[in-house]
């Protein structure tokens, strides 16, 4: 990683700057992500070609996401005292980051999730994560491919 931003704005900038002027470069985003892909859901010029999501959801509910709505110290104060709602406020979340990263996909910008958590977690949230033409919400038909299988190929089939 060559660069750090802590706001949307100085990210987007950066990235804008970046593709101008033909630089390989490397942006990291220290923030809820979910911002970052609205943000750029938002932008009229599709400013990412490729995206991966490495969020840890193994335990979406017990501290392994923490929703855009609330600050990280927020999120762990609520993560004691109210569970139910924190989990609430994970789920619509999952929705929002899921509906952001479709309209970027739907743009042109190529997807993987690292290894499904993310588009499972998103999916039981009731976000769309499942192919279009899945009608039983099987395993094996998310909308986007896993990292490992689509780069090193299904290793059981």
């Not at 599709?46 to 110290?73: A, C, I, K, R």
């Not at 690292?114 to 099987?138: I, M, P, T």
Request: charged fraction near 30%.
């Amino acid at each position: 990683l060559k660069e750090v931003c802590t706001d949307v704005d100085s990210t987007i900038k950066r990235i804008k700057e970046a593709r101008a002027a033909k630089e390989a470069t490397s942006i990291g985003f220290l923030g809820n992500i979910v911002t970052l892909w609205e943000r750029l859901a938002e932008e009229e010029e599709l400013l990412v070609e490729l995206g991966s999501d490495q969020t840890s959801l193994h335990n979406p509910f017990g501290g392994g996401y923490y929703p855009v709505q609330v600050s990280f110290d927020e999120g762990q104060k609520l993560l004691v005292e109210d569970p139910t709602k924190f989990q609430s406020l994970v789920e619509e979340s999952l929705r929002r980051h899921m509906v952001a990263i479709n309209k970027l996909s739907a743009r042109g910008m190529r997807f993987w999730d690292y290894g499904n958590s993310f588009l499972l977690e998103a999916s039981r949230a009731g976000a769309q994560g499942w192919e279009d033409s899945d009608k039983v919400s099987s395993l094996k038909s998310f909308r986007y491919p896993s990292y490992v299988q689509d780069i090193r190929s299904d290793v059981f089939a």
